[in-house]
């Protein structure tokens, strides 16, 4: 019989290369919230697949990206972090467009590291057409020390493709060791911070980018009852002009926000939930510890 294997693989990528997609396709349950605006993830997110003879601990990241502010050279600097002590590197690119200068950044990181790589070429579903160009990169900073070609795995997170060569090659990389986790926890996310991230993901997909950029969202209670969860968040702005857009007409907005949000919830929580929303205007707490550090976006 063969040895049970164990360890970290983080999973790092520009904005929208489809990372979260890939953990929540994998552990078969969101974990991770989704949308197409770039830096949607904020947070670095455990997710833990148990198989048969291995278990691996996926860490979903925010996307490397050069915008400019603390907020987002915060998530950079967590994302960077997020590869000490770790076994993998499961590199996604999205090869339904061209590489970016991000990935110039990303790869200039890892080839300082001592781990295995795989490169993830995601999105083959859209277009294979930049398959090429991600592969040609990435053997020109590694200096031309010949990767295996079965490190470079044409994926679609979103169907599922080739998931399974995937996750076989990551098992044979894998060192020998016990579990890192009991198999009844998938993540170690903390509760609060899930439920903040499932509204934010509404208001990523009710509203245009400006918005999503510049709101984060707050959980002050979460009060579990027999059969009801009583939940109460702040959304945070920068300006009242966009206090005004989550609101909405008559509060249709902030509404249809709260009704996605809380139906997500009850599957979170298997129960029955009253959110109560409120949008609250904090000027530039992009840029202010005291708020990222209560958000839980500062480097612990
Ligand atoms: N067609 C297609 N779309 C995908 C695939 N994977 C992800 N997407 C879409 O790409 C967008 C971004 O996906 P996310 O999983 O949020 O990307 P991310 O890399 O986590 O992004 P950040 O958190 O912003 O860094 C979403 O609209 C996904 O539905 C894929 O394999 N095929
Ligand atoms: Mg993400």
Redesign the pocket.
């Known amino acids: 019989m063969s040895e049970f294997k164990s360890g970290f693989a983080v999973?790092l990528?520009?904005?929208?290369?489809?990372?979260?997609?890939?953990?929540?396709?994998l552990l078969k349950q969101k974990v991770?919230?989704?949308?197409?605006?770039?830096?949607?993830?904020?947070y670095v997110i455990r997710g833990v697949l148990n198989l048969n003879q291995a278990q691996i601990v996926f860490v979903?990241?925010?996307?490397?990206?050069l915008f400019k502010g603390k907020l987002f050279s915060n998530l950079n600097e967590l994302t960077f972090k997020s590869l000490k002590d770790i076994e993998l590197v499961l590199y996604?690119v999205?090869v339904?467009r061209p590489p970016f200068k991000e990935e110039e950044l990303i790869m200039n990181n890892l080839v300082k590291k001592k781990i295995p790589v795989i490169m993830a070429l995601?999105?083959?579903?859209?277009s294979k057409k930049y398959i090429g160009n991600y592969i040609e990169m990435w053997k020109e900073k590694t200096k031309g020390k010949l990767l295996p070609l079965k490190y470079f795995i044409p994926?679609?997170?979103?169907?599922g493709?080739n998931l399974d060569k995937l996750l076989d090659l990551m098992v044979e990389l894998l060192p020998q060791g016990l579990p890192y986790y009991d198999k009844e926890n998938i993540t170690d996310f903390p509760l609060s911070y899930r439920v903040a991230d499932i509204i934010r993901e509404e208001i990523c997909l009710f509203l245009k980018e400006e918005i999503p950029h510049n709101t984060a969202v707050l959980v002050e209670e979460i009060n579990e009852e027999e059969n009801i969860v009583k939940i109460l968040a702040n959304i945070l702005v920068s300006k009242s002009s966009q206090k005004k857009i989550i609101i909405g007409q008559k509060g249709s907005v902030i509404k249809k926000i709260g009704t996605s949000a809380r139906k997500d919830l009850e599957l979170l929580f298997s129960k029955k939930v009253f959110l109560e929303l409120w949008v609250k205007v904090e000027k530039d707490w992009q840029n202010k510890p005291r708020v990222l550090k209560e958000l839980g976006y500062l480097n612990p």
């Open positions: 999973i990528g520009r904005p929208n290369a489809g990372k979260s997609t890939l953990l929540n396709t991770s919230i989704i949308s197409n605006v770039p830096q949607t993830t904020r979903d990241t925010p996307g490397i990206h996604l999205d339904s995601n999105k083959i579903d859209i994926i679609s997170a979103l169907r493709d």
